[in-house]
């Protein structure tokens, strides 16, 4: 997840930062990270028995598919605005730093 998470805000939530149409996606993508971030960090400090690890789960599991909704969106905005080539070079540079996760398989989530 980390690595996703870096991989995804250093190859492509900043090149979107340079377009009038997807800095703001961007920036609160980047956010949205670090409240996940917290979350996960949180429920690392819980036992499983702990009366508030269930919610702290759940907090985190609305937070990741609210992100995820919201990032689908900015995926159309970043179609609009990032070329083929550019497109194509933001996968490959992904894929090669986040080799955890194969992102050809992952077409659906990650075509824009
Ligand atoms: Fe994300």
Redesign the pocket.
């Known amino acids: 997840m980390e690595n996703?998470?870096v991989a995804?805000e250093r190859y492509f939530y900043a090149p979107l930062i340079k377009f009038e149409r997807t800095i703001g996606h961007s920036r609160h993508?980047i956010a949205?990270?670090h409240v996940i971030d917290k979350r996960i960090a949180e429920l690392d400090q819980l036992e499983m028995s702990d009366p508030n690890w269930l919610k702290v789960m759940k907090k985190l599991q609305d937070k990741v598919l609210h992100?995820?909704e919201e990032?689908r969106e900015f995926f159309q905005q970043a179609g609009v605005v990032l070329t083929d080539k550019q497109k194509i070079g933001i996968l490959a540079e992904i894929n090669d730093f986040d080799t955890e996760v194969d992102y050809a398989s992952l077409s659906l989530q990650y075509t824009f």
């Open positions: 996703h998470a995804e993508g949205e990270h992100h995820l990032e």
